[in-house]
């Protein structure tokens, strides 16, 4: 609904903006999401004293302090839905299946490293998760290298994974044993331990543009988990096509329960498992 007074976003702004929108993030913004878009963006008319979307648009594209309000305008449109073991069944395929298999793999070749991304982290709790998992595997003693690199597009939930504390719904599928364990009680809820968040760091970047964070042919396990919703099937495609020169050979990708990559792309087998698929690179 318009506002009296306010602003109204044009059919031609909201054009513009989905398309500044695909081009610099890939993310697909539906057609009904005018109104989504507009209630989103209208503060930050406001606070920049900009009359009309067409005017904001060429702030965002063209003004010298365009970059940082790309970041802005990012955080303001993303779906930063996240909790700790979201998704419990696949997390179970991670701990049970994949970490024992991977050690075994590591082993045979004599490498004790292990990368893990979560392209996509949000505020954390999936990059926490996972370094609670590893940890609870008991696969992996102190000479073993573990590393988990949580990437997001928007800084303010990099912020939030950095500070590493958390309350209420994000503990929503929380086992009670994991919150007493690697969690201490601090004065705005629960802080993450530092036994675990050793293992994590977080960058803010792009899906689309990994280079600068992960080396290619380095990264064991992709977690890219309800993340590529977001995106049409071309840039899906692009996407992971682009995590496969990541992976190690055998690498692994898991995403989210809702999708697949069957209509995508061939350069992945899917590995089914009772309630869950991972997607392991091919050769
Ligand atoms: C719904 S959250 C999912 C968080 C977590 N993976 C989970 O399953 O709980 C989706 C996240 O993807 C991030 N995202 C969207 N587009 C992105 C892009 N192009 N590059 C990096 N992160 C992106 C959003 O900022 C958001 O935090």
């Known amino acids: 609904m318009d506002i009296p007074g306010a602003p109204v976003m044009t059919l031609e702004d909201f054009r513009m903006i989905k398309e500044f929108v695909a081009e610099n993030f890939g993310l697909l913004l539906e057609n009904e999401k ?23 648009y060429a702030y965002l594209k063209f003004a010298p302090g365009g970059a940082g309000e790309r970041l802005k305008f990012i955080s303001r449109i993303t779906n930063n839905e996240t909790y700790f073991f ?3 069944i696949q997390l179970r395929v991670f701990a049970e299946e994949a970490l024992p298999a991977l050690k075994e793999k590591k ?25 609670m998992l590893v940890l609870e595997s ?33 503990f929503q599928s929380t086992p009670g044993q994991y919150q007493e364990r690697y969690f201490r009680k601090c ?15 977080f960058v803010q970047g792009n899906l689309l543009d990994l280079d600068d964070i992960v080396s290619e042919s380095e990264v064991d396990i992709i977690f890219c988990r309800n993340v590529l919703i977001y995106f049409n099937d071309e840039t899906v ?8 020169r990541f992976l190690v050979d ?19 087998i899917p590995i089914r498992f009772p309630g869950a698929v991972v997607y392991r690179v091919r050769g």
């Open 237 to 244: 495609r692009k996407i992971v096509e682009n995590f496969a």
């Open 86 to 88: 979201r998704e419990e």
């Open 138 to 170: 008991g696969c992996f003693a102190w000479n073993w290298d573990v590393k988990i690199t949580g990437v997001d597009i928007d800084p303010k939930v990099i912020e939030r994974a950095v500070a590493g504390v958390y309350s209420g719904r994000a």
């Open 34 to 56: 005018e109104g989504y878009l507009s209630a989103k963006l209208l503060p930050r008319l406001e606070e920049l004293r900009l009359s009309t979307f067409a005017e904001y």
């Open 187 to 201: 004065d705005n809820g629960f802080h993450v331990k530092d036994s675990v968040r050793a293992m994590c760091s």
């Open 250 to 268: 055998g690498g692994l990708l898991f995403l989210g329960h809702s999708e697949s990559l069957s209509r995508i792309t061939r350069r992945y």
């Open 107 to 131: 082993l045979r070749n004599d490498d004790r490293t292990i990368r893990i991304v979560s392209a996509g982290c949000s505020s954390g709790e999936e990059v926490y998760s996972l370094a």
